[in-house]
Every structure is written in structure tokens, then in C-alpha cells.
């Protein structure tokens, strides 16, 4: 018996020793050129700006939209409190959107980028102009004729749209397909 724990005294510090003699240090990661050539050069300030600003903008889109989506949900019934409680808040929302499209707008300066993405930031700029140009007369218009107005609004923010599609692609942004859910 004396003999086994002596040889598990012996033994013992040796195996842990023997262990941490065979361990292999971990490799050095190895960085690939091509990785660093393929990354984005980081956002001037001018271009952060026009970001901040489309940002801004896309509130008072989504407030169009959310205000069309009523109206477009509604239409075809025949007159309810329903309906003209849409129209009313298609024509707040277009009010209201002024405000956040018109601030956005001002700082979306399309010099901010170089040769075709500028061209696309410019394109959206145009488009977002439209939409605050339409913003008086949808105030007017939503409530005598909701379903005229909000048909001509969903153009224009179609248009937008795909102005909003080709510039995320240009500036390398991930664009999601909208036949998938």
C-alpha cells in the first residue's frame, strides 16, 4: 500500500509537468490582403451629415406611409366614420412629415460623395423634394378626396423608394428585396 502512494507522489507532479510541456501555443491569425483592400474607407463628415439628414427625412416618409396604409386599408367601403377619421389623419400626417422631411432635406448635400454615388444621393434628394412639395396640397386634398390623394402620394413614395434602393446599393449599404417578407 505504501508502495502505490508512493508512486502516486512520484508520479503525480510528473503527469501535470508532461502536460503542460505537450500544450501548442495558439497560431497567429494570419490578416489576409484582399480583407483589407475590400473594406470601406470610413464616412467623411459631410457624408455622416447627409446620413443624419436622410434619416430625419425617412421619419416623415414613414409617417406618409403610415397615413397612405390607413386610407389604402379603408378604401373601396362605402363612407364611415372609419373612413374620414383615415382621410383626417392621412392629411395630420402629411403635416406633420413636413417638419421632419424639410429638416432632413437640409442637410442631405449630395457633394458630400464622389462621381456615380453622388449622382444617386442627388437622385434621392430630388425625390424627397417632391414629397415635401406635395406635403401643402395633400394637406388639402386628403380630406375631400382620401383615396386621389393617397394613390398620387404612393407614387411619389415608390418613386422614393427605389431613388432610397439604388443609393444604399451605391454606398454599399444591404438592400433588402421586397418580394421577400
Known amino acids: 500500500m505504501r508502495g502505490i ?3 502516486a507522489l512520484v508520479v503525480w507532479p510528473l503527469s501535470g509537468s508532461l502536460r503542460a510541456q505537450d500544450t501548442v ?3 497567429t491569425p494570419v490578416i489576409q490582403v484582399s480583407q483589407a483592400e475590400s473594406t470601406p474607407p470610413p464616412p467623411t463628415p459631410a457624408q455622416t451629415q447627409y446620413m ?3 434619416r430625419t427625412a ?3 416618409v414613414a409617417q406618409l406611409r403610415s397615413g397612405v396604409e390607413r386610407v389604402v386599408r379603408l378604401a373601396g367601403r362605402p363612407d364611415s ?3 374620414s377619421q ?3 389623419r392621412l392629411a395630420g400626417m402629411c403635416g406633420a412629415s413636413r417638419g421632419f422631411m424639410a429638416s432632413g432635406r437640409a442637410k442631405m448635400q449630395p457633394n458630400a460623395f464622389e462621381d ?3 449622382i444617386k444621393a442627388r437622385r434621392l ?3 424627397v423634394d417632391s414629397l415635401i412639395r406635395f406635403i401643402p396640397s395633400c394637406e388639402t386634398r386628403a380630406r375631400r378626396a382620401p383615396d386621389q390623394t393617397a394613390a398620387e402620394l404612393l407614387g411619389r413614395l415608390r418613386d422614393y423608394e427605389a431613388a432610397l434602393r439604388d443609393f444604399r446599393v451605391a454606398i454599399g449599404l444591404t438592400v433588402r428585396d421586397p418580394a421577400t417578407p
Open 5 to 7: 502512494e508512493l508512486l
Open 25 to 27: 501555443p495558439p497560431p
Open 52 to 54: 443624419d439628414g436622410l
Open 58 to 60: 425617412a421619419r416623415g
Open 81 to 83: 366614420p372609419q373612413r
Open 86 to 88: 383615415a382621410a383626417s
Open 116 to 118: 456615380s454615388t453622388r
Open 125 to 127: 434628394a430630388v425625390r
